[in-house]
């Protein structure tokens, strides 16, 4: 059983950045795939990041150049830095936890990101 925490949300203007965080608890997050994902009001939920427990990481084309995942393993930490925010980036952004074979999956309890003038 694992809890995620989410942090790091809030109003940015567009062009800007902001570092968003997720940490884990208990003991399997270094053997973890974490994923950041996104929903806006009105639209589907998006995968917008995914890191392995190499650090190897993926990002569709929306975001890609743009954001970027990371993790902290001593910390039980995932980031996710975005830059060049723009106003369609606005969401609420959940991290989640994927075990080693995909059996169990845990969620965070989501962080407003809001991009705007």
């Known amino acids: 059983q694992v809890q995620l925490v989410e942090s790091g949300g809030g109003l940015v203007q567009p062009g800007g950045s902001l570092r968003l965080s997720c940490t884990a608890s208990?003991?399997?997050?270094?053997?973890?795939?974490m994923h950041w994902y996104r929903q806006a009001p009105g639209k589907q939920r998006e995968l917008v990041a995914t890191i392995n427990s190499g650090s190897f990481t993926k990002y569709p084309d929306s975001v890609k150049g743009r954001f970027t995942a990371s993790r902290d393993n001593a910390k039980n930490t995932v980031y996710l830095q975005m830059n060049s925010l723009k106003p369609e980036d606005t969401a609420v952004y959940y991290c989640k936890l994927t075990t080693t074979f995909g059996e169990l999956s845990y969620w965070g309890q989501g962080t407003q990101v809001t991009v705007s003038s």
């Open positions: 208990g003991n399997i997050f270094s053997r973890s795939t």
